[in-house]
């Protein structure tokens, strides 16, 4: 198995500004993602994050918005920027592990609320 | 990855078997069947994935009909920790892409 830590765990940030969120992976993963989960919602997968090269983006989300960044193979940041209220959710961090293991592990996810 | 079905909600009594379905009728033969949880203010959980056979783990029960296009986890003992929200997820598994879509998921509320 997997353990995956956010950093932070929540933040109320201001309009207009930027916020960070790293995950941590206790051993080496394949694969990581980035979820956001509105109110009330189910997960909404935001993008692939590719060690060594470009995240990969879902329909609706782009790379000047989101910026990621996955500098090895237990560590990826997430970052949203200029916030508005509708970025307001919890963000959530996945990895999939070694080759053909069919287990994905999530984080407990960082609760933003911008204001 | 074909898409799924499941009620919105269901509700069952602390000790009995809680069986929630899924409806995946365009299924193709090499996708799998996976379920999670999430329970509130947590990160999801993996529970249980199926080809064509039925699974059982310590946690739950997989039953795939045989054409494939629902199924049905099952908790035997349900208590109540396991009230949360419960996502069927149909998906090839390629080792080139391990990404999940997330339905809306049936919630479930275990009774005391």
């Known amino acids: 198995s997997a353990v995956i830590s956010q950093k932070p765990s929540r933040d109320i940030c201001q309009r207009g500004t930027s916020l960070t969120i790293q995950c941590q992976v206790d051993s080496q993963v394949t694969m990581m993602f980035w979820y956001r989960q509105q109110p009330g919602q189910s997960l909404t997968l935001i993008a692939t994050a590719n060690q060594g090269s470009e995240a990969t983006y879902e329909s609706g989300f782009v790379i000047d918005k989101f910026p990621i960044s996955r500098p090895n193979l237990t560590f990826s940041t997430l970052t949203v920027s200029n916030m508005s209220p509708e970025d307001s959710s919890i963000y959530l961090c996945?990895?999939?592990?070694?080759?053909?293991?069919?287990?994905?592990?999530f984080g407990p996810g960082t609760r933003l609320t911008v204001t | 990855d074909a898409k799924t079905t499941q009620p919105t909600s269901m509700d069952c009594a602390e000790g009995r078997a809680a069986n929630l379905p899924c409806n995946h009728s365009t299924i193709s033969g090499n996708e799998y069947v996976y379920w999670y949880r999430q329970i509130h203010s947590q990160g999801p959980q993996y529970i249980i994935h199926g080809l064509k056979n039925n699974e059982t783990n310590e946690m739950a029960s997989l039953i795939i009909t045989e054409d494939r296009k629902s199924s049905t986890l099952i908790l035997p003992h349900a208590t109540l920790r396991d009230t949360a929200v419960y996502y069927c997820?149909?998906?090839?598994?390629?080792?080139?892409?391990?990404?999940?879509?997330f339905g809306s998921g049936t919630r479930l509320l275990v009774r005391p």
């Open positions: 997820i149909v998906r090839l598994f390629m080792d080139s892409s391990y990404k999940l879509i």
């Open positions: 996945s990895a999939a592990g070694r080759a053909g293991a069919h287990e994905q592990y």
